[in-house]
């Protein structure tokens, strides 16, 4: 059994025939894409037919498979919490209880369409995924949990471009709840000042670039093609937290001079994002929400609050030509009151 392409363009899947001299006899699907799509499942279901016991009544269900996949495997940190996530939350609920080799097709199209009324297409991928991992992981033990996958070419939802909304005041304040001191201090810094959430700027910030005198913060700016540097204003409320913070760090002799004082040089990133993600988590948030949506909620308030795109550009250093692209995620608020600032036709 296999796939195979004429000269002239024909597809065909070689089948074995005892009744013919060659051993094997040949079915033709065509020319072009769709019909080698049709020869290759025509292969895959031969394949699966010589290979699927006659009675499966017994055998591991997903949730024993799922349970041994995820010990031996012994995942850490962001991967673990999001495994983790996925089975309890949507998977194991659904087919946890099933013998993982009488899982169908049909199974898995009931999964995602219960899943479509809830979530987006390119997150339940991320589900498919995890429950192939443990089907072929399964298969491929020695010896094998399963004697085959039955859910081998099963083809995930397709997905739309996927849009990051920026997080709400709510679910700001809800991973706030759950964060440690050094995201706190992110997070904070983000929403006032818009800073790029990385090493360049945000988590290499230093007391030093603080000017209690003017109330503005000098910010080396990322390499983005703007200013090497620009100042920004500190909000009140900020500059009430960054007093708090400064005292704090005194009374603690910490002289590494970063506002936000991480440990081993290079883990700054990760020691963040498992921290971001552990508090999301514990916050009970299941949409994706990154850290670099924080500076596309600060250019979106600042643009919503009236403030025009040349000033803000100036605040977060980027072209106002990318803020409009790339950065603004306008309310339906937003968009109503334009519209209802327009003059009326019949007056």
């Known amino acids: ?68 996949y995820v010990s031996a495997k012994n995942f850490t940190g962001q991967s673990a919490m999001g495994i983790k996530y996925s089975l309890g939350s949507a998977i194991l609920p659904a087919i946890g209880s099933v013998h993982a080799s009488t899982l169908t097709f049909s199974d898995m199209d009931k999964y995602v369409k219960n899943r479509l009324e809830k979530i987006k297409a390119t997150s339940i991928n991320r589900e498919i995924i995890i429950i192939q991992a443990i089907m072929n992981w399964a298969v491929n033990r020695r010896p094998s949990l399963i004697p085959f996958n039955p859910l081998r070419g099963f083809s995930k939802p397709k997905g739309e471009s996927e849009i990051f909304f920026p997080p709400t005041k709510e679910e700001i304040n809800a991973i706030l709840n759950h964060a440690n001191e050094r995201l706190r201090r992110f997070i904070i810094i983000a929403w006032y000042t818009g800073l790029r959430p990385g090493e360049v700027e945000l988590l290499s910030l230093q007391w030093e670039a603080v000017s209690w005198e003017t109330n503005t913060i000098r910010v080396t700016s990322a390499r983005k093609g703007g200013v090497r540097s620009r100042d920004i204003p500190i909000h009140p409320d900020f500059l009430i937290e960054l007093k708090k913070w400064k005292a704090a760090d005194d009374s603690a002799s910490i002289t590494t001079g970063n506002i936000i004082y991480l440990g081993k040089k290079g883990r700054a990133i990760k020691d963040i994002h498992d921290s971001w993600y552990r508090a999301k988590f514990k916050a009970g948030i299941t949409r994706r929400i990154r850290m670099y949506d924080l500076r596309h909620l600060f250019v979106t308030s600042a643009i919503e609050s009236g403030a025009d795109y040349k000033t803000v550009s100036e605040i977060v250093g980027s072209d106002p030509e990318t803020l409009r692209r790339h950065y603004q995620h306008v309310s339906s608020a937003a968009r109503q009151s334009v519209i209802e600032k327009m003059p009326s036709l019949s007056n």
Request: charge should be positive; charged fraction near 35%; hydrophobic fraction near 30%.
């Open 1 to 68: 059994m296999s796939v195979h392409q004429l000269k002239d363009g024909r597809w065909f899947c070689k089948i074995p025939d005892p009744d013919k001299k060659s051993g094997s006899r040949r079915e033709y699907f065509g020319r072009g894409d769709v019909a080698e799509a049709k020869a290759r499942a025509f292969d895959r279901d031969l394949v699966l037919k010589r290979t699927r016991p006659k009675a499966l009544d017994s055998g591991p269900t997903f949730l024993e498979l799922a349970q041994q």
